[in-house]
């Protein structure tokens, strides 16, 4: 049986108004959170792993259960692919199937991680955020990756990012607020042929309109 999934419901009619006010103070002001010790061991252990063979690196925020991550590594079986998520419930009902040397699956804080991996001089080939939690509410701009502190450290790690979306304000959040760090890229419609996650699945078996934002950093 199809799931069916309701349309995003919110209280913004265009991109947030504050936006820019908000990417330029998070340019201009370090974040300064101390970074959480289970991430600093996480983050260490992939770089260890990864370490140990030279492949070009794909990383896949957000990644819920591991679905899109495993089959970004089958698809690419010469890259390293690490799929991180903050959730240890989520990680944990990765579906079981043959074990992939290239892939690593990580619980991790991504605010963190991004630092981390900025820091660390990371630069995927590869980068994917794959519909993150909206935050509809323009209340909750702040949560949102283009309006957290977060932000400037995604955009050093780089890559080719991919973000994908069933709402379309988010993505054109997103853009603007790459544009404002100096890079441009391309927001467009998107039919999916094959499906890398569960919810691009029940979004466009539902008929939902699904956009995604690539550039390249």
């Not at 790690?157 to 890229?185: H, T």
Request: proline fraction near 6%.
């Amino acid at each position: 049986m199809k799931q069916v999934s309701k349309s995003i419901e919110t209280n913004q009619e265009d991109p947030h108004a504050r936006l820019e006010e908000t990417v330029r103070k998070h340019m201009q002001h370090a974040f300064r959170r101390p970074i959480a010790d289970h991430t600093k061991r996480a983050f260490a252990e992939v770089e260890q792993k990864i370490a140990s063979r030279d492949r070009p690196l794909i990383l896949d925020a957000c990644c819920g259960t591991g679905d899109s991550s495993r089959k970004l590594a089958e698809l690419h079986a010469d890259h390293w692919v690490v799929g991180v998520d903050k959730s240890e419930h989520r990680l944990s009902r990765e579906r079981v199937g043959k074990p992939l040397p290239n892939l690593i699956l990580v619980r991790a804080d991504l605010n963190d991680f991004y630092r981390l991996a900025a820091t660390s001089g990371w630069k995927p080939a590869f980068h994917y955020i794959l519909y993150p939690n909206p935050w509809p509410k323009a209340e909750h701009l702040g949560r949102r990756w283009h309006g957290a502190p977060v932000f400037p450290f995604i955009v050093k790690v780089g890559g080719q990012l991919e973000v994908r979306s069933n709402w379309k304000i988010y993505l054109q959040e997103f853009a603007a607020a790459i544009k404002i760090m100096g890079f441009v890229g391309k927001l467009e419609a998107y039919e999916p042929q094959s499906y890398l996650t569960l919810f691009e699945k029940k979004y466009h078996e539902s008929r939902q309109d699904i956009w995604r934002f690539r550039v390249e950093l």
